[in-house]
Nanobody, 124 residues
């Protein structure tokens, strides 16, 4: 069993930055791709970013490309999402997820463990 715990969310103004962290426990993430997804009220969960097992490949949704950066520290069993130039449309609950595969995906069904989420609210 894997537990994923997100942290770092909060209320910020447009243009500000936040750094989300995801800490894994129970089992390591060293051989697993990791992803970040988000869900806004009344909307479906959407892909934000993914990173391959060794950090060699990253992927981003077009809406966050150039503003968000995903990274991982396998020694610490953590994944982070640095979010810059935040916009009101970035407001959502952000979820960390672990894939059973080494390569990341933008599809939620390719991930088998999920955290509880952390709220990010960006005011205009």
């Amino acid at each position: 069993q894997v537990q994923l715990v997100e942290s770092g969310g909060g209320l910020v103004q447009a243009g500000d930055s936040l750094r989300l962290s995801c800490a894994a426990s129970g089992r390591t993430i060293i051989n697993n791709a990791m992803g970040w997804f988000r869900q806004a009220p009344g909307k479906e969960r959407e892909f934000v970013s993914s990173i391959s097992w060794n950090g060699g490949t990253t992927d981003y949704a077009d809406s966050v490309k150039g503003r968000f950066t995903i990274a991982r520290d396998n020694a610490k069993n953590t994944v982070s999402l640095q979010m810059n130039s935040l916009k009101p449309e970035d407001t959502a609950v952000y979820y960390c997820a672990r894939s059973p595969y080494r390569s990341g995906s933008s599809q939620p069904n390719q991930y088998h463990y999920w955290g509880q989420g952390t709220q990010v609210t960006v005011s205009s």
